[in-house]
């Protein structure tokens, strides 16, 4: 099912396919966003967190979403406000700060008997050379990921699973383990991004994610 994901994904990324159909096959999984300016907004990454080296002053987010693809997925609900997560870290010369927002998603996006975390943010003080990754693995540890090398778990959420396919109970998108809260659905009420990029962020994650593995390796 993993790998299903990942060629669904990758075919959006290089036929530029539109949205999915009503019936499309949804799936859970953390998704990957770049602060998209001054107004707070976020735009879905077009180049994977493992690839990413986002400059002093990035801030990156991540959003564990249901979606089939990227218009569905659910943005970040907390400002990309890199002042708000990292105006008291005071820079250090030959390092880079980057913000980073990780929004563990809704009670209806949860796999069964999980619930959510609350919202975290954080500053994370990496080498200049550092990738979105490992910016995220300095804050957010433990990370996991499966044997195709998906980023399947932040923090240690969820617990298990990954890139799962979501069988619809009657709800729609997120009808997995409860129901959103009025504040959920007000927080999601924007959406995702333009359709066209399906696959754009959520294919790069895994392979962004697939190379940052293999370097791994190859260090260890």
């Known amino acids: 099912m993993r790998r299903a994901l990942q060629a669904v994904l990758l075919a959006g990324t290089l036929t530029g396919l539109a949205a999915a159909p009503a ?6 999984y ?9 107004d707070g907004s976020w735009a879905y990454a077009t180049e994977g967190p493992a ?24 943005k970040p609900r907390t400002a990309a406000d890199f002042d708000a997560v990292c105006g008291t870290t ?9 913000g980073i927002v990780i929004d563990f998603g809704t009670a209806a996006d ?20 550092a990738s979105a990754g490992e910016a995220l693995a300095a ?8 044997s195709d090398a998906l980023l399947c778990g932040i923090a240690g959420y969820p617990k298990s ?11 729609g998108a997120g009808s997995g383990a409860g129901k959103a809260t009025e504040a959920d659905r007000a927080h999601d009420a924007d959406g995702g991004p333009s359709a066209g990029l399906l696959g754009g962020g ?4 895994v392979l962004g994610a697939a190379a940052g593995w293999q370097a791994r390796r190859r260090r260890g």
Request: aromatic share 8%; net charge positive.
């Open 30 to 38: 953390w998704s990957f966003w770049n602060g998209g300016g001054k």
């Open 51 to 74: 690839t990413l080296r986002p400059a002093d002053g990035a801030i990156e987010g991540f959003r564990f979403t249901v979606s089939a693809d990227s218009a569905a997925a659910g």
């Open 110 to 129: 949860a796999p069964g008997g999980e619930r959510p975390p609350k919202a975290r943010t954080a500053c994370a003080q990496v080498p200049a050379d």
């Open 139 to 146: 804050v957010a540890r433990p990370l996991r990921y499966d």
């Open 161 to 171: 699973g990954c890139a799962d396919q979501v069988k619809d109970a009657g709800g």
């Open 202 to 205: 959520a294919a790069v994650l």
């Open 90 to 98: 005071p820079a250090k010369d030959g390092r880079k700060r980057i």
């Open 23 to 28: 019936q499309a096959q949804e799936y859970r």
